[in-house]
């Protein structure tokens, strides 16, 4: 496993794809909060980040809207 990299640890896949990516560019230092929060957890960083992330919006923003 390369240094950069935390342990992962797979979960079931999702019953659909996931067709949308996002990019981040982040700073050293939160960089390394990320990954000392992902390892904590024994997630990878993009997995922990997408769940976190998804937690957050969801607890803001309430259920989401679908336009008709």
Sequence with gaps: MAPDRTPRRRREHAPARRPHRIAVTLTDTELDEFRAAAARE???IAAWLG???L???RRHA???VRPD
């Design 42 to 44: 024994g997630m990878a």
């Design 51 to 53: 769940r976190t992330g």
């Design 55 to 57: 937690n957050e919006a």
């Design 62 to 64: 309430g259920p989401p």
